[in-house]
């Protein structure tokens, strides 16, 4: 049996030392508590434990905020970080660690890591920027070009676009065709009433979906 060396020594030492260093993982969410904001999360690189309570990372700014329904089966990315901050957390103020262990499973998880196997969107939306829901029959709302566009990505045709300009002489017509009628009686859209037949007719120009489907405006 040969002697160990001392860079061999080295080096099994440093190996070592690494495994108990973790930076980050993707994990599948087992299950979420919305008000506290926490995950439960299975780990999807085998010989790493399942996490509990761990705080979900949610886009959040100049009071503004962005929160979505995490469901099982979503997946995100858990970057652990180099101190435990769960003082901090719990504070809001800048404390010691609770714990003195460095590079632990201090972590916060970050949604939307997933699979290649299931992309995030239509080819048709990887252009500009779009919200909605996930897959590929889902709602979307795409900012591209100018151009802000309502509808469906998989083949179903999408709902017309309205500029700003569009949307405000829309509400011009209507608040003139709402003042013109009275408080005593509401004449429909389309009738004798000059007001109301003009926002007929901006209607009209958009198409019945606008009229039926954006604006909840039936005949």
Do not use: N
Not at 98 to 120: C, E, Q, S, T
Request: glycine residues 10%.
């Amino acid at each position: 049996m040969s002697e160990v060396t001392w860079p061999e020594l080295i080096h099994g030492a440093i190996a070592r030392s690494l495994d108990g260093v973790h930076t980050a993982i993707p994990a599948k969410v087992v299950s979420y508590l919305p008000l506290l904001q926490q995950v439960k999360l299975a780990s999807v690189i085998s010989g790493m434990p399942a996490l509990e309570d761990v705080p979900v990372l949610w886009p959040r700014g100049g009071g503004y905020m962005l929160h979505m329904p995490l469901a099982a089966g979503d997946h995100v990315l858990v970057v652990f970080c180099e101190q435990d901050f769960s003082p901090w957390r719990l504070s809001g103020s800048a404390m010691a660690p609770a714990l003195l262990k460095r590079h632990g499973l201090f972590a916060y998880a970050i949604p939307g890591a997933a699979p290649d196997v299931d992309p995030l969107l239509a080819p048709a939306l990887l252009t500009g920027a779009a919200l909605g829901e996930d897959g590929p029959t889902g709602t979307v709302v795409q900012v591209a070009s100018g151009k802000c566009t309502v509808g469906l990505p998989a083949g179903v045709p999408q709902l017309p676009v309205v500029t700003a300009l569009e949307l405000t002489t829309l509400l011009g017509l209507l608040k003139t065709a709402v003042s013109s009628a009275g408080a005593a009686s509401v004449c429909p859209p389309g009738g004798p009433d000059p007001a109301w037949a003009a926002l007929s007719a901006a209607l009209a120009s958009w198409g019945s979906a606008i009229g039926s489907t954006v604006l909840g405006v039936t005949s």
